[in-house]
């Protein structure tokens, strides 16, 4: 997890509230992605950034948000939780030899109530 | 829609020996085949990749096989330890493509 934070690590939440996490990197690494990961599931890719401001939607997109305005941070939204959005989300970041070598943050548990 | 899977979700193996961890995929087109190891509690690290235009390729105890005429893809651990308890993902991607699919994931349980 080395150059991945994730904040928070926990977070309780409301079902309509909306929640934004953090992931931030120190290794300058172009490309950066969150994913969910359920039971049964595997692990799903929402949205994933290819530069500052430069982002698209991934296979679970509905109800989520990105943004990236510094090379160094992606935020991911939930514009009003639900409770099927509790998960574990994880972020990742990868650079231009290819996605096959992502490196993965530590993981935000998240409970929608 | 074109996915890649796991065939077993559970292996359980006695210390020591070897295992081995399958993988069916459905795309073709796929260039590169991953393995990443999840332990409990943390995110996936990344194990090995192949490319598509290789059928072997060995790193430290491990070993992944690439057989295209039936898109099988495998993991090979040698003299596993307790320390290889986790979930082993494959995942798959394409030259150009900046994203993986992954698998649903087998969980390996070392047997002391």
């Known amino acids: 997890d080395a150059g991945i934070t994730q904040s928070p690590r926990h977070k309780v939440t409301e079902t309509g509230t909306p929640v934004t996490l953090r992931c931030h990197q120190t290794?300058?690494?172009?490309?950066m992605y969150w994913y969910r990961q359920d039971p049964g599931h595997g692990l799903r890719l929402i949205h994933y950034?290819?530069?500052?401001?430069?982002?698209d939607k991934g296979e679970v997109s509905d109800g989520y948000s990105v943004s990236r305005s510094k090379t160094e941070d992606f935020l991911l939204t939930l514009e009003s939780a639900t409770s099927s959005q509790t998960s574990v989300y994880f972020c990742?970041?990868?650079?231009?030899?290819?996605?096959?070598?992502?490196?993965f943050g530590p993981g935000t548990r998240l409970t929608v109530t | 829609g074109e996915s890649v899977g796991l065939h077993l979700p559970t292996l359980s193996v006695q210390e020591g020996d070897n295992s081995i961890i399958n993988c069916a995929y459905s795309?073709?087109?796929?260039?590169?085949f991953i393995w990443y190891k999840q332990e409990s509690g943390k995110g996936p690290q990344f194990i090995i990749d192949?490319?598509?235009?290789?059928d072997k390729r060995q790193g430290q105890r491990v070993t992944v096989l690439l057989n295209k005429t039936v898109k099988h893809l495998s993991l090979q651990i040698a003299a596993t330890q307790p320390g290889d308890s986790a979930v082993y993902f494959c995942?798959?991607?394409?030259?150009?493509?900046?994203?993986?699919?992954f698998g649903a994931g087998t969980t390996v349980t070392v047997r002391a």
């Open positions: 990742a970041i990868s650079d231009d030899r290819g996605a096959y070598e992502q490196y």
């Open positions: 290794e300058n690494h172009r490309y």
């Open positions: 950034s290819y530069g500052v401001k430069d982002t």
């Open positions: 795309n073709s087109a796929s260039d590169y």
């Open positions: 192949i490319r598509s235009n290789m």
């Open positions: 995942a798959e991607s394409s030259v150009g493509d900046y994203k993986l699919s």
